[in-house]
């Protein structure tokens, strides 16, 4: 038996017992503290393994499970592979859940909060999750969101912070505002209610100036991300090009500029459409008659009663009034109708557009339902080599001469001609290709001054306010007279006021409002003054906390600069696909901001992503109302945590959705204590016996040390977990034939078993570390380098194969060449007595592995 600091490990007495093991080295752990990241001095190599981090909502459910378990064998793989290795973890914990709870409840949003944090802080003790325990954060404590604070005054002295009056996403339910990331199908994330729009002032970050680099700096990231993220991300900023076209519009004083992407066609461009929720369509209806004043009003109130999913819907019958005004084309003078339509946003590009209705579907939608004139001036006929257009207005009329012409005309047809070809019908630009015309076209609009070549995207600046209480408050003070003060670092932060006597009930303005004694203050020249009552989006909080990670304890700053040059950007990121856009986005833009303010180095945040499944059961995700909810507490007391971390490294790769009643954590409770009870028979066997021991053991042994570094970088768990078991399996095979829990390659594979096992199982592979001799710590092994010697075959199984059966199997060297292995496969009597009198018409060889042979006759 062998004796440790920390007691004696029993002997064969003793049966695998998963309360007894977690019982018996969580304290231990607690006490050694192994995963504390070291100091400066620490020579090793860095690795930052991070997970995204929970939201308190009560206590981990088995997404967490699944989440923590793969993010924690990353992290134990590098400490394996001799890497000093970050490993934090906190909790996000501001936010609407809290507060509904809060309100629920009749309590104060603080107390439901750090109570959740509590349960699942003890819940992750207890899933073994290899943290860093001292460097714990939650965003709700002022230590931290003093620097949200901080943050905000950085963004707002470089123009990136700003306050605008807007039509914004407004959810009904939860009576605040949300960001167009915020917004899925038309409904809240958060609550899945129906979005409206309403106009407020509120606070903006300027995410929007850096789309270009937002974008472009994806190409940094391909391959180290899912290529599902980077796409999402791509078309989410949705950069177009093309060009900015100014337009007279007759009476009213201001230029409008209309952005497209397809400015050849400008000659077709038969009427305008602007949105009706956008300032223009105000200002033009105001500036008409009191009929379509009107008009307009009640279609906006209209409108608004529509979700930007409806008014995308390209199924919809197309709705709209004319506001009694006309624009000038700049190309030709012609005068154009001018309409407010629901199918434009007034948030894309200048909620104005030029309509083409011959040569795009919505408008030419629209021109058929208003009897809006359609002009060709694309013919998709015509190749890019041909020298003549084809067709003209005068074909079009005249369709007993064209008749296989006439077929193309979108206002008999419906369906827009979107395809390439040459221009006609348009002045200087007849005879060009679409991209000469582009150009073309251009020079001329910039020779006018009328136009210019321009971007626009489909990201909007972040709408950062939030009307509720349990947030960062926002840092400024209002003055009477419209001024906005930042307030001075040194004040920092700006605390919360206690929640009693407040009323937290939604209701469209910020509880904090009503705070009185909190909101009413002074301006630093005396003046009376008012704190802003709202609250930052709590995904200002996540936008940079990996870099609080750094220093957490630090009262001077944000973040350590150079803890930041030592250990960031984060190796590994892992977490849910639900977070491609919205924390991602904006941990890109924020770090970038931070590079442009010299306080880091690089501009991504995170080098390598990993996003898993979701844990479903029976084929749908896990709820109480339908009855299919697995509580991660039962099946950690039914099967212990070491089965349940293990069953989901094996379930399947870790994007893929688990489904856990396809699933056998019993399964693997039965191999754990296998695995365990190896390492009780080699302590049960004393003292091992001398030389090498089974050869082919050792050799299974060693190639699965050199295999492990592959299948765990390319987050291949259930693999390595595969290969683990026919390891135990041969490992139990030797001892049983013979051989004896005493020969030395039996203890070689235990000690490789325990010290990989502690990647998915840390409970089980500490006791068999322990069984086997040695004091507490297998984690903090390094992983035995693979015996090169070991790993070179001395044979190989070649199949040879008889049209298509396989007829022999042949021992062969690993170097053999093809002409050899064509020699033997010939000469095996029993390819001979399966070939018979036929002819062999092809052989194919793939030494040493495969000899093919085909007959005929």
């Known amino acids: 038996m062998a004796h440790h600091e920390h007691g004696p490990i029993a002997s064969d007495a003793e049966e695998y017992d998963f309360r007894r093991l977690q019982e018996r080295w969580l304290p231990v752990w607690d006490e050694l503290q192994p995963f504390a990241t070291s100091d400066s001095d620490d020579k090793r190599p860095r690795k930052y393994v991070l997970d995204m981090f929970p939201y308190p909502s009560g206590d981990l459910h088995m997404g967490h499970a699944e989440a923590y378990a793969l993010g924690d064998i990353i992290a134990r793989y590098w400490r394996l592979q001799g890497f000093n290795v970050l490993h934090p973890i906190g909790w996000d914990s501001f936010g609407l859940p809290a507060e509904g709870a809060a ?122 991300w899912p290529s599902k993220v980077i796409a999402m991300q791509r078309n989410w900023i949705g950069r177009s090009t093309g060009a900015d076209v100014d337009f007279v519009i007759e009476g009213h004083d201001e230029k409008v500029t209309v952005f497209t992407t397809r400015p050849d066609t400008l000659f077709g461009a038969t009427f305008m459409v602007v949105a009706p929720d956008s300032d223009l369509a105000s200002q033009l209806a105001a500036e008409s008659t009191p009929e379509v004043q009107a008009a307009f009003a009640e279609y906006l109130a209209q409108v608004q009663k529509s979700t930007e999913i409806e008014r995308q819907d390209t199924t919809r ?149 939030r009307q509720r209480y349990w947030g960062t408050p926002i840092p400024i003070l209002h003055t009477e007279d419209g001024r906005e003060i930042p307030i001075a670092e040194s004040e920092l932060p700006v605390r919360l006021p206690d929640s009693r006597g407040l009323d937290l009930q939604p209701k469209g303005t910020s509880p904090l409002g009503a705070a009185d004694e909190w909101v009413n203050t002074t301006a630093p020249d005396g003046t009376p003054a008012r704190r802003d009552p709202d609250t930052m989006d709590t995904f200002v909080d996540s936008s940079w906390y990996f870099l609080r990670f750094l220093s957490p304890n630090d009262d001077t700053k944000a973040f350590d600069v150079k803890e930041a040059e030592k250990w960031a950007p984060v190796d590994q990121y892992v977490g849910g696909v639900t977070h491609a856009i919205l924390h991602l986005l904006y941990a890109r833009f924020i770090t970038k901001v931070l590079f442009d303010l010299g306080y880091v180095t690089f501009t991504e945040p995170f080098t390598a992503l990993l996003n898993q499944g979701m844990v479903l059961m029976d084929g749908s995700a896990m709820s109480k109302s339908r009855g299919n909810l697995v509580r991660l507490s039962d099946q950690l007391d039914e099967f212990g945590v070491d089965a349940v971390r293990l069953t ?26 296998r695995a365990w009870r190896l390492a009780n028979d080699v302590q049960l066997a004393g003292e091992t016996a001398s030389g090498e021991g089974e050869l082919a053991l050792r050799r299974q042994t060693h190639r699965l040390l050199a295999d492990a570094p592959g299948l765990v970088e390319s987050f291949k768990f259930n693999v390595l977990v595969a290969r683990l078991m026919e390891l135990v399996n041969a490992v139990r095979k030797t001892i049983d034939q013979g051989a004896g829990a005493a020969d030395p390659a039996v ?104 000899v093919n042979i085909a007959t005929k006759g």
């Open 103 to 224: 309100i629920k409840r009749g309590i104060d949003p603080r107390e439901w909060t750090y109570d959740n944090i509590a349960q699942q802080r003890s819940s992750m003790r207890r899933y073994a999750t290899s943290f860093d325990w001292d460097r714990v954060i939650h965003t709700s404590d002022p230590e931290y969101y003093r620097w949200n604070q901080w943050l905000f005054l950085k963004l707002y002295e470089k123009g990136l912070a700003y306050r605008k009056a807007s039509w914004v996403n407004w959810c009904p339910f939860d009576q605040t505002v949300l960001a167009n990331e915020q917004v899925i199908d038309g409904r809240c994330e958060r609550c899945d209610n129906i979005v409206v729009k309403k106009k407020l002032t509120q606070w903006y970050f300027k995410i929007t100036d850096y789309a270009d680099r937002l974008l472009d700096d994806l190409n940094q990231l391909e391959g180290k």
């Open 317 to 465: 019958p197309k709705t709209g009034v004319p506001l009694g005004r006309y624009a000038i084309n700049p190309v030709n003078g012609e005068r154009l109708p001018v309409w407010a339509a629901d199918y434009v946003l007034a948030d894309y590009g200048h909620g104005a557009v030029m309509a083409v209705p011959a040569h795009d579907q919505r408008d030419l939608d629209f021109a058929r339902a208003f009897d809006l004139p359609i002009k060709v001036v694309v013919d998709v006929t015509a190749s890019i080599t041909g020298a003549i257009p084809v067709i003209t207005p005068e074909m079009l009329e005249n369709a007993d001469a064209v008749r296989d012409l006439s077929s193309l005309d979108p206002a008999v047809t419906g369906e827009a001609l979107t395809g390439d070809g040459r221009m006609i019908n348009s002045g200087p630009l007849d005879g060009l290709s679409k991209q000469n015309a582009i150009r073309r076209v251009i020079e001329l609009l910039e020779g006018a001054g009328t136009g210019r070549a321009a971007k626009t995207y489909r990201l909007r600046d972040w709408l950062i306010s």
């Open 648 to 673: 989901m490294a094996f379930a399947g790769p870790p994007e893929d959705d688990i489904d856990w009643a396809d699933v056998s954590p019993a399964g693997s409770a039965k191999f754990l204590a």
């Open 747 to 850: 203890r070689e594979a235990t000690e490789a078993v325990a010290i990989l096992l502690s990647m998915f199982a840390p409970y089980a592979a500490e006791d068999m570390w322990a069984k086997l001799g040695y004091q507490p710590g297998v984690a903090m092994q390094t992983l035995p380098k693979p015996d090169g010697r070991l790993l070179i075959e001395e044979s190989v199984t070649a199949i040879v194969q008889v049209d298509g059966k396989v007829r022999d199997r042949l021992e062969v060297s690993p170097q053999v060449d093809a002409g050899e292995l064509e020699a033997l496969a010939r000469a095996s009597a029993a390819v001979v007595r399966a070939i018979g009198e036929r002819e062999i018409v092809n052989v194919i060889v793939r030494a040493p592995r495969v």
